[in-house]
């Protein structure tokens, strides 16, 4: 970019031509959708409902494994108050 400014003063800094366009995608003739037999139906609710649940099982895994974090965390500071209280009151009775 300096190199084209020193060379060609502002016109360096100039784009130098047309951007390219991008052509659009070809896309592939659709077939008109016939209506779905009562089976098809049935078999796509079904995988729709595996899906949810799947879904939800995680879901509550996840804030399962959330809240133990959190009880561990409650836990292990609980403790960490405690041991520094008891070596603060061990330093006071040891200085006096």
Not at 23 to 50: A, I, S, V
Request: overall charge positive; some cysteine; proline content about 5%.
């Amino acid at each position: 970019m300096r190199k084209d400014f020193t060379n060609f003063c502002l016109d360096g800094l100039l784009p130098k031509g047309r951007a390219k366009s991008m052509d659009t995608p070809k896309r592939k003739p659709t077939k008109p959708k016939q209506p779905l037999t009562r089976e098809e139906e049935l078999l796509f609710e079904n995988e729709r409902l595996r899906c949810e649940n799947a879904l939800q099982k995680k879901f509550n895994a996840l804030i399962q494994t959330k809240e133990e974090t959190l009880k561990n965390l409650n836990v292990s500071h609980k403790q960490i108050k405690t041991n520094i209280r008891s070596k603060s009151t061990f330093r006071l009775y040891a200085n006096g």
